[in-house]
């Protein structure tokens, strides 16, 4: 039992830094984004609806999202109800590539 119990834990110690990981990256491009001079503001708005989908993830649940990209886009698609923009579509590969 105690294995057990070791395991979940690493693992979702595991799950916690790759969700930090994700977070802080965009914080760290919203601010870019933001104190960019040409501002794209279709980037900016890209970034803050990931944030928020995200926001309602249960990574303690959820692992397979932060693995591959393709995983998180559809669990974002169900999320927002809708496909996600061209924009979003690039962000999620920005951060799944980056944070593993």
Same mark, same amino acid.
């Given at each position: 039992m105690?294995?057990?119990l070791? +395991?979940?834990? /690493?693992?979702? @110690?595991? #799950? @916690?830094k790759?969700? =930090?990981?994700? @977070?802080?990256?965009l914080?760290?491009?919203?601010? =870019? #984004?933001?104190? *960019? %001079?040409? !501002? %794209?503001?279709k980037?900016? @708005?890209?970034? !803050?609806e =990931?944030? *928020? $989908?995200l926001r309602i993830?249960d990574? /303690?649940?959820e %692992?397979?999202?932060l693995k591959?990209? +393709? /995983?998180l886009?559809?669990i ?10 061209? /924009?979003q579509?690039? $962000? =999620?590969?920005?951060l799944? %590539? #980056?944070s593993?």
């Open positions: 105690k294995m057990a070791t +395991f979940s834990h /690493n693992y979702s @110690q595991k #799950t @916690q790759n969700n =930090v990981m994700i @977070q802080t990256k914080l760290l491009l919203e601010y =870019v #984004t933001i104190n *960019d %001079d040409s !501002r %794209d503001g980037k900016l @708005q890209a970034i !803050r =990931v944030k *928020d $989908l993830i990574f /303690n649940l %692992d397979e999202p591959r990209s +393709f /995983n886009k559809k974002l698609t169900v999320l927002k109800g809708a496909e996600l923009s061209i /924009n579509e690039s $962000l =999620v590969e920005e799944i %590539d #980056t593993n």
